[in-house]
């Protein structure tokens, strides 16, 4: 506090002068109505531009959750279309298809139904694993396929309440049932553990016709992903002892290292389609033993 009285004493003549100098220039311009307008002109270029540097800092900070909302949309969207391509498929299947249709609610049959998921933990070598921020509270199952916006990304393992944990494509223990786009011959794509750029679709029949940049997706032999969903490009043939199937490399769509956001994927009656020939299995191998 004496300090602060000590610098007001030394400096009085200066405050004195500023303070003088603002009344007189108030004076000015509220006595002036030409300084008026010009101070008022001037008033208004500075606030608007502070009020556009303020809008443009809030926008920013606003910037994260515009993003969940959009991702939120996106997984909205997707319903919809798999409910519209649900629609279609059902009135091409049969003139018997046709008759029923309009009596039928899709919204309460869809084929997939989809959750938006953000990436909280990820590992980029070895035994990969991939932790998503929502669980069972929010639909989440074992088994369901997961992609981002630029293809597949794996498939849940784990569930807890509030977690879920991925294998990935970027895991030697994942294997997916992919094919050529435009083609129904598939193969089986794994990682090899080196770079996570890329992959290999094994046992791909030989007669099979490619070209480097084919796009490979998914074959919907899965349980865990429809077909269609893209999951890397065609970069060339890997030698092969057996002569009756190919090796593709494959550069993969999906940037493992900057994975933010996921969408999940759970195909309709799954578990049912699963528990019918995982039965049938069954019964297979006791039918040979009698």
Partial sequence: MRTLFAFLAKNVHWLL??????????L?????????????AVENEVAGK?????????????????NEHLSERIANLENHIQHLEGQILQMKDSAVAQQIIHRIDFDSVPYYRYIMARVVNNSLSGNNYITLNKGSDAGIVSGM???SATGVVGIVMNVSANYSVVLPILNPNFHLSCKIKGTNYFGSLSWDGKDITRANLHELPSHTQFNNGDTIVTSGHSFSFPEGIPVGIVEGLKKQKNSNFNTLKIRLLTDFGALNEVLLVDKKNRIEQ????????SVERRSRFK
């Fill in 17 to 26: 002068f500023f303070l003088l100098v603002s009344i007189s220039i108030s």
């Fill in 28 to 40: 000015i311009i509220h006595n002036n109505d030409f300084q008026k307008s010009k101070y008022a």
């Fill in 50 to 66: 502070v009020y556009s540097v303020s809008n443009s800092i809030t926008s920013y900070f606003g910037l994260k959750t515009t």
């Fill in 145 to 147: 396929g997961v992609f």
């Fill in 274 to 281: 699963q528990e019918l020939e995982k039965a049938a299995k």
